[in-house]
């Protein structure tokens, strides 16, 4: 926890970047640059990185804020190159608005701050000069020049190398990164050759263990979307049919942001969701919050607020077999029956009947063949009751598996008891077979 003189001292450093910096926009002329600091200053608060140095040295996360290591030249010095990233021709429709959230800041996520701004424009100032040359060029070919640049050094895999958020200069040390690192060095070269490209992410698949990032950017007023730089604009990776023919679903889609120093809900700009409006149990009590299942556990991936008794969330995923929690001091319960919205907006619960019926069931995830029902190995049948509650074990002695008793409208789970690999789904038995959420 910070002390009372950690605080004040970050106070007095915020108060004196603000005095300095402020002061350096005082003439008419000046007006435009001014609101961009003002609009640096008002993120500047909530902006934080690791010590790298003792992160490198013995792997310890200590948090510090970035007024403790920036002055009002550094941000002075970016605010200058954003503008000349804005003069470009490729960025003059761009409104102070969108240059402000995507070409303005000097960080991208919780990477220390670094003086990239100067190194970045200077290494690209030969592909600047070549786009330059050639008329009616757009955002999408300059992302493509860049992706082909950052390609010959960086390498996109699926290990973590760096233990947090790296600025383009580390990453111009590291060599590579995940889908994370890649969607967060890109940004680097982008924005400062005048791209309002964007950091979007999958906080948790729908359908699926792991999560995902990528890139966006506008274009004619349209979302663009690319991996950068491994799949340029108009190709994704983001949603896709995996080994098991399963579509990976997004729950929820979330966009860095500068201002709050983490991350806002763009879902409606992808895909079709709803607002969903459900009535609690007992008195209003903790924090609502949506729930998916990764293979495991069911894992928080969205936040609502409370209506007096009733708990609102927008913009929902359809498709995406979801659980309403009340979560209060680190402890969360089930706020009514797992749920889906339709593709047509109906709401689906996933409320087991009293009337029971036989199943049989063929896999326990439909990812691979190992996921198939094997002769001679151990499995347990569970149904969703504000739990799992075990509808018994049972030794499989065919490809198909029969369980009895089995209520209708339930919410399934089918578990390995001989192994300790846990790739499972939750999944529905409907019109004699299973359906995989």
């Known amino acids: 926890m910070p ?78 190159y954003a503008f000349r990233a804005w003069e470009l021709p490729w960025a003059r429709d761009v409104s102070f608005e969108d240059f402000c959230r995507y070409l303005l800041p000097y960080k991208m996520g919780n990477e220390a701050p670094e003086r990239w701004r100067s190194a970045v424009w200077d290494e690209y100032a030969s592909l600047r ?11 999408s070919e300059v992302c493509r020049r860049v992706d082909a640049v950052v390609n010959t050094w960086y390498t996109v895999h699926y290990n973590d190398n760096y233990p947090t958020d790296a600025g383009y200069l580390k990453a111009k040390e590291l060599r590579g990164g995940t889908c994370a690192g890649s969607s967060l060095m890109i ?10 490209a964007t950091y979007e992410c999958v906080p948790h698949w729908g359908n699926r263990s792991s999560s995902h990032a990528w890139n966006a950017l506008y274009e004619n007023g349209q979302l663009i979307q690319f991996n950068g730089p491994e799949l340029d604009p108009g190709r994704t990776k983001e949603e896709f049919i995996g080994v098991g023919r399963m579509l990976r679903k997004r729950p929820k889609v979330l966009r860095r942001d500068y201002l709050s120093a983490g991350k806002v809900d763009v879902t409606m700009e992808y895909i079709p969701t709803a ?96 996921n198939y029902i094997i002769p001679g190995v151990h499995y347990e049948l569970f149904y969703w009751r504000n739990g799992w509650v075990s509808l018994g074990a049972q030794e499989a002695s065919d490809t198909v598996l029969v369980c009895h008793r089995v209520p209708k409208g339930a919410l399934l789970l089918l578990r390995d008891l001989d192994s300790d690999k846990r790739r499972e789904r939750i999944f529905a038995y409907e019109n004699d077979k299973q359906v995989w959420y």
Request: hydrophobic share 35%.
């Open 3 to 80: 002390t009372v003189q950690d605080k004040s001292s970050e106070i007095e450093a915020l108060d004196e970047i603000n005095t300095d910096l402020l002061s350096r926009y005082q003439a008419p002329a000046d007006s435009m640059r001014r609101k961009a600091a003002e609009y640096l200053l008002d993120g500047l608060p909530r902006q934080w990185h690791y010590d790298t140095d003792i992160l490198e040295e013995t792997g310890v996360k200590k948090k510090v804020m970035d007024v403790e290591v920036i002055d009002a030249d550094y941000l002075a010095e970016n605010i200058e």
């Open 129 to 139: 000069e070549a786009a330059l040359a050639e008329p009616e060029m757009r955002p």
């Open 187 to 196: 940004l680097y070269p982008l924005r400062a050759l005048g791209v309002c």
């Open 275 to 370: 607002d969903l409006d459900i009535r609690g149990r007992g008195e209003k009590s903790g924090t609502p919050g949506l729930m998916v299942f990764d293979n495991e556990r069911w894992c928080s991936v969205a936040e609502g607020t409370w209506r007096g008794r009733r708990a609102e969330f927008t913009a929902v995923a359809r498709g995406v077999a979801f659980l309403p929690v009340v979560s209060e001091n680190g402890r969360g319960s089930a706020l009514c029956w797992p749920l889906l919205v339709e593709r047509n907006g109906r709401l689906k619960l996933f409320r087991p009947s009293l009337w029971r019926r036989t199943v049989r069931l063929t896999a326990k995830y439909p990812e691979d063949e190992s």
